[in-house]
């Protein structure tokens, strides 16, 4: 279980780890690998090691992973964070953006995190309803999956103005790192238009050597240059979701139903029987049977590498 946390969110972050170990991890005790921009104080480290009897590994980002990208300039991301300031939520907030890079193309490669297969994203301050009753790692491995989540819900388009084409042109200039199937219409639909869907990444569990892979690097690289994650608003969550949609097959994605989960924003409680009976939350809070983008992930299948590629070329609709 992995968090980027600050010393602030000290009381967040233990409610967490008091939820998950009360869940699942009580029976298997893996770690739980805490990261921060900043040393954490010693307060911290003993309150959070004190919530639980599984190891706990702390660790400081390093220097070179956190800050501003070299394929930006101060002077616009300041004129970028004034212009977008009322335009949405974070939209003047330069740690956000720092957040958001950090998540997408850096954590994966923390020291702490260099001997995991798998990784279980965690964050202060949510909500876990359910008992999990089985090893989601152990799970993950057997069925051959790479990607989990609980929640889908769309993206503001006003952030991502223009993250698809940005991919679109990765695709183009690296086909040789396309697979030869995809789910890449899961975010773009027949008109060539990117859907917003996303997995919402503050809980994913996944398969750290699809972010260690030479593909997504590149992919990461390559939005990195193109500065969106500070001009714009790029979040981890549609780059990850855009990642897994054009680089994986729909059957190595998979939806944890039964992860009751809340995150401020959106909440899902599993409805189905076998399912809410471990559970604590109301079966009307239950977002995913709503929304849309579960809806298209439920529709759409793979596609071959040739009619992604066409996708790829067919300018957005906008």
Not at 78 to 86: S, T
Not at 112 to 135: G, N, T
Not at 136 to 154: A, C, E, N, Q, W
Not at 172 to 181: C, R, V
Request: aromatic content about 16%; charged content about 30%.
């Amino acid at each position: 279980m992995v968090a980027l946390v600050r010393n602030k969110e000290l009381d967040g972050i233990r409610s967490t780890i008091r939820q998950v170990d009360d869940r699942f991890n009580r029976n298997y005790n893996y770690p739980y690998v805490l990261l921060n921009d900043e040393d954490f104080t010693s307060e911290f480290k003993e309150k959070v090691r004190a919530i639980t009897t599984a190891p706990v590994y702390f660790g400081k980002l390093p220097n070179e992973h956190w800050g501003l990208s070299p394929h930006v300039t101060e002077e616009k991301v300041k004129e970028a964070l004034e212009r977008n300031r009322d335009r949405y939520i974070y939209g003047g907030s330069y740690s956000y953006r720092l957040m958001c890079r950090y998540q997408s193309g850096f954590i994966h490669k923390h020291p702490l995190l260099k001997d995991l297969d798998y990784y279980w994203r965690i964050e202060p301050d949510v909500k876990y309803f359910c008992d999990l009753p089985y090893d989601p790692f152990r799970y993950m491995r057997d069925k051959g999956l790479v990607y989990g989540y609980t929640i889908s819900p769309m993206e503001k388009p006003e952030t991502v103005e223009s993250l698809w084409d940005t991919t679109r042109a990765w695709m183009m200039e690296n086909q040789e790192l396309l697979p030869e199937e995809s789910f890449i219409q899961w975010v773009v639909n027949e008109k060539a238009k990117y859907t917003m869907c996303h997995f919402w990444s503050n809980f994913e569990i996944v398969d750290l050597s699809f972010y260690r892979s030479e593909a997504y690097e590149s992919f990461f690289q390559y939005l990195d240059r193109a500065g969106g994650f500070f001009y714009e608003r790029w979040g981890d969550a549609p780059v990850h979701s855009i990642a897994a949609a054009i680089l994986l097959r729909k059957d190595q994605i998979h939806w944890f139903e039964d992860v009751g989960y809340h995150h401020p924003g959106y909440t899902h409680c599993p409805r189905k029987p076998e399912m809410s009976a471990r559970c604590i939350c109301s079966g009307s809070s239950n977002y995913m049977y709503r929304s849309m983008c579960k809806r298209r992930f439920d529709k759409v299948g793979d596609i071959p590498k040739s009619q992604a590629l066409i996708l790829a070329q067919t300018p957005e609709i906008k």
